[in-house]
């Protein structure tokens, strides 16, 4: 979930990608036909009856079949939530669109009143979707919205650009559209610009300053317990970055000849970083079907339907990150501008401060999120907490079991807390 991540040094040479990937496309398709094909025919409980081997080859056919796939944007798919033991309707609306971001409402039928809460979704590679578990957890006790980003592959070039400062104004603008008395959560990367608005709004006494404000896993000051993301940033030039890894989207694309990052490259870095597990996962997968276990397969079908959905960003967002946040760790160091204006989190004072950290985190170390609160220093000491979950990864404070179990709860506490 982190920006700065660069993919492993034989997947550069590709040189400009956009083309070699519509290739691929092209020859992967019939052996993805194949594969479905065939793995339908395997699935059958006829095939299974008379060929003890059917499932075996059914699950053969059904990872080649995901190995070859397209995976598009996921739906949130979240059409109920249940509050106070009741089965509620949700809806998704759209409440303000804007070129690059819509901010996405999911509506409940309740007339009972909960805390408005602003999910600020990572924008990092990943469609917003990847919070699927995190929105699920905090509707039945919150009116939540949530940043639903827009591949930059689709934005045409003549909507404009988008860089970090466009991204804190958003976050305001946001704010502002949900009203007074909000409160907010960056999941990961967004933990930066969510705290540089927040501190703009303070120090300007705007009314729509949220009453909580939560950073979750996020690279606060990666100078602290550096992991393999952040050193990269620290071991080459920005104009690496660049000359490496920013393309062009073709003409006949939406976006055509908007700079990006391609989100493959993102997916390609992550994926190298735990080349190994996501091996076992998938072998892990052939197992379950094999065996029948269909929550086991459905769980991974779920997480890598998301993992593998992948989405460009804006080249000069890309690279302003880069620079401001992992390279010369502006923030941290109270050097940090929004257009050439300081941002000074000492304003904050009437927003409460929550932060959590994984133990087992190897994309944002511990300790880097937990750093907002020296920053943070006009805020008493009992509107702040800091939460350490020691058993779980990047991921897993914001999905899965200990997400639902442990965080959210306390979460869910501490915005009640401070209403």
Same mark, same amino acid.
């Given at each position: 979930?982190?920006?700065?991540?660069?993919?492993?040094?034989?997947?550069?040479?590709?040189?400009?990608?956009?083309?070699?990937?519509?290739?691929?496309?092209?020859?992967?398709?019939?052996?993805?036909?194949?594969?479905?094909?065939? +793995?339908?025919?395997?699935?059958? %409980? #006829?095939?299974?009856? /008379?060929?003890? =081997?059917? $499932?075996?080859?059914? !699950?053969?056919?059904?990872?080649?079949?995901?190995?070859?796939?397209?995976?598009?944007?996921?739906?949130?798919?979240?059409?109920?939530?249940?509050?106070?033991?009741?089965?509620?309707?949700?809806?998704?609306?759209?409440?303000?669109?804007?070129?690059?971001?819509?901010?996405?409402?999911?509506?409940?039928?309740?007339?009972?009143?909960?805390? +408005?809460?602003?999910?600020?979704? %990572? #924008?990092?590679?990943? /469609?917003?979707? =990847?919070? $699927?578990?995190?929105? !699920?957890?905090?509707?039945?006790?919150?009116?939540?919205?949530?940043?639903?980003?827009?591949?930059?592959?689709?934005?045409?070039?003549?909507?404009?650009?988008?860089?970090?400062?466009?991204?804190?104004?958003?976050?305001?603008?946001?704010?502002?559209?949900?009203?007074?008395?909000?409160?907010?959560?960056?999941?990961?990367?967004?933990?930066?610009?969510?705290?540089?608005?927040?501190? #703009?709004?303070?120090?300007?006494?705007?009314?729509?300053?949220?009453?909580?404000?939560?950073?979750?896993?996020?690279?606060?000051?990666?100078?602290?317990?550096?992991?393999?993301?952040?050193?990269?940033?620290?071991?080459?030039?920005?104009?690496?970055?660049?000359?490496?890894?920013?393309?062009?989207?073709?003409?006949?694309?939406?976006?055509?000849?908007?700079?990006?990052?391609?989100?493959?490259?993102?997916?390609?870095?992550?994926?190298?970083?735990?080349?190994?597990?996501?091996?076992?996962?998938?072998?892990?997968?052939?197992?379950?079907?094999?065996?029948?276990?269909?929550?086991?397969?459905?769980?991974?079908?779920?997480?890598?339907?998301?993992?593998?959905?992948?989405?460009?960003?804006?080249?000069?967002?890309?690279?302003?990150?880069?620079?401001?946040?992992?390279?010369?760790?502006?923030?941290?160091?109270?050097?940090?501008?929004?257009?050439?204006?300081?941002?000074?989190?000492?304003?904050?004072?009437?927003?409460?401060?929550?932060?959590?950290?994984?133990?087992?985190?190897?994309?944002?170390?511990?300790?880097?999120?937990?750093?907002?609160?020296?920053?943070?220093?006009?805020?008493?000491?009992?509107?702040?907490?800091?939460?350490?979950?020691?058993?779980?990864?990047?991921?897993?404070?914001?999905?899965?079991?200990?997400?639902?179990?442990?965080?959210?709860?306390?979460?869910?506490?501490?915005?009640?807390?401070?209403?």
């Amino acid at each position: 979930m982190a920006v700065a991540i660069a993919p492993p040094r034989g997947l550069i040479q590709l040189g400009r990608m956009y083309f070699p990937i519509a290739w691929s496309r092209s020859y992967a398709w019939p052996m993805n036909a194949w594969a479905t094909a065939a +793995k339908t025919f395997w699935s059958h %409980p #006829l095939a299974s009856l /008379h060929l003890p =081997l059917g $499932r075996h080859l059914a !699950a053969g056919a059904e990872l080649l079949e995901r190995s070859t796939r397209h995976y598009a944007k996921p739906p949130f798919a979240l059409e109920t939530t249940r509050i106070e033991g009741s089965e509620v309707p949700v809806r998704e609306e759209v409440t303000l669109r804007t070129p690059f971001c819509d901010l996405l409402h999911f509506r409940r039928e309740t007339s009972l009143q909960h805390p +408005k809460l602003l999910v600020v979704a %990572p #924008l990092s590679g990943h /469609h917003a979707s =990847l919070l $699927r578990d995190t929105v !699920a957890a905090l509707l039945p006790d919150h009116d939540v919205y949530v940043t639903d980003w827009v591949d930059a592959r689709l934005v045409p070039l003549a909507r404009g650009s988008f860089d970090l400062d466009d991204y804190i104004e958003l976050v305001q603008r946001f704010l502002r559209a949900i009203g007074p008395g909000a409160h907010v959560l960056a999941v990961c990367q967004p933990a930066v610009p969510v705290l540089a608005a927040v501190s #703009l709004m303070a120090e300007d006494g705007d009314a729509a300053a949220p009453r909580t404000m939560t950073l979750m896993s996020g690279p606060v000051d990666p100078r602290v317990n550096p992991t393999a993301p952040n050193r990269l940033a620290t071991t080459r030039p920005l104009s690496w970055f660049e000359s490496s890894l920013i393309q062009r989207v073709p003409a006949g694309e939406p976006g055509g000849m908007r700079l990006v990052y391609p989100g493959l490259l993102q997916l390609a870095a992550f994926v190298s970083m735990n080349y190994e597990r996501h091996l076992d996962a998938h072998w892990q997968l052939y197992h379950a079907l094999v065996d029948g276990a269909d929550e086991r397969a459905d769980a991974h079908r779920r997480f890598y339907d998301d993992y593998f959905a992948v989405m460009d960003l804006p080249a000069e967002y890309y690279l302003q990150t880069i620079a401001t946040v992992f390279q010369r760790h502006d923030l941290p160091l109270g050097r940090m501008l929004h257009r050439r204006r300081a941002v000074r989190p000492e304003a904050i004072r009437d927003t409460a401060l929550l932060t959590v950290e994984g133990g087992k985190d190897d994309i944002t170390g511990v300790g880097q999120t937990r750093a907002a609160h020296a920053l943070c220093s006009s805020i008493p000491d009992d509107r702040r907490e800091h939460h350490l979950q020691p058993d779980v990864g990047h991921y897993g404070t914001f999905s899965g079991r200990r997400w639902r179990e442990e965080i959210a709860p306390r979460l869910r506490a501490f915005i009640r807390a401070h209403m």
